[in-house]
């Protein structure tokens, strides 16, 4: 099994450009979590996803978009990139309940 | 609504000593803690919880935590730490709703 994996690893944007990350998981996992890692300020829930098809609104959701259309996929969404939003991004998955979460590796984004 | 707080930033110890990083929670429903371990450059990993019976656990590799209501904190301690264990470490509640709630995260360095 490879886990939670993320696309991509690094990535820089400048603002006003659009991006998607992507994330996969292939342990039939019905819950999963976007977060931001700023220093000093921890993670940060953007937007999460309690099964297939359904998305809800985490602590830090403006100027992002999320979609679940498969079970394995969560897609979050930069419309329009801000240098506010350079930041470490991880994308978590987890069983039944939000309590034994398996992160990824992360996703570093710069916006200039 | 629920909180945590980490009381401390950063904790230098030298290698063997004993070792405790703090967390206070607050919250108006009975809480699930958990902390998770954060190694350099990859995701967060679940160290131990606590959602009910006994309030120590325990890690595989030596840390320990204790429950406590009365001081509504979940203390995370270590009588002999090794290099290895040089890592950031964040403290997590949840409550009744769908998602966890990190604290900023201590970043132990562990000294030869």
């Known amino acids: 099994n490879a886990g939670v994996t993320q696309t991509p690893k690094f990535r820089v944007l400048k603002t006003g450009q659009s991006m998607t990350l992507l994330c996969a998981q292939d342990?039939?996992?019905?819950?999963m979590y976007w977060y931001r890692q700023d220093p000093g300020m921890g993670l940060r829930l953007i937007h999460y996803?309690?099964?297939?098809?359904?998305?809800a609104k985490g602590e830090v959701p403006d100027g992002y978009n999320v979609s679940r259309l498969k079970k394995q996929n969560f897609l979050l969404g930069l419309e329009s990139a801000a240098p506010s939003q350079t930041s470490v991004y991880f994308c978590?998955?987890?069983?039944?309940?939000?309590?034994?979460?398996?992160f990824g590796p992360g996703t570093r984004l710069t916006v200039t | 609504a629920q909180s945590v707080t980490q009381l401390d930033s950063q904790v230098p110890v030298f290698e063997e000593a004993p070792v405790e990083l703090r967390c206070n929670y607050s919250?108006?429903?009975?809480?699930?803690l958990f902390w998770y371990v954060q190694y350099p450059n990859q995701g967060l990993q679940l160290l131990l919880k606590?959602?009910?019976?006994?309030?120590l656990v325990e890690s595989i590799n030596g840390f320990e935590a204790e429950f406590n209501k009365s001081q509504t904190s979940f203390h995370l301690r270590k009588p002999s730490v090794h290099i290895s264990d040089t890592a950031e470490y964040f403290c997590?509640?949840?409550?009744?709703?769908?998602?966890?709630?990190f604290g900023t995260g201590t970043r132990l360095q562990v000294f030869p």
């Open positions: 978590a998955s987890s069983r039944t309940n939000p309590y034994e979460q398996y």
């Open positions: 342990m039939n996992h019905e819950y």
């Open positions: 919250s108006s429903v009975s809480v699930y």
């Open positions: 997590a509640v949840s409550g009744s709703t769908d998602k966890l709630i």
């Open positions: 996803s309690v099964g297939e098809g359904t998305t």
């Open positions: 606590y959602l009910s019976g006994s309030t």
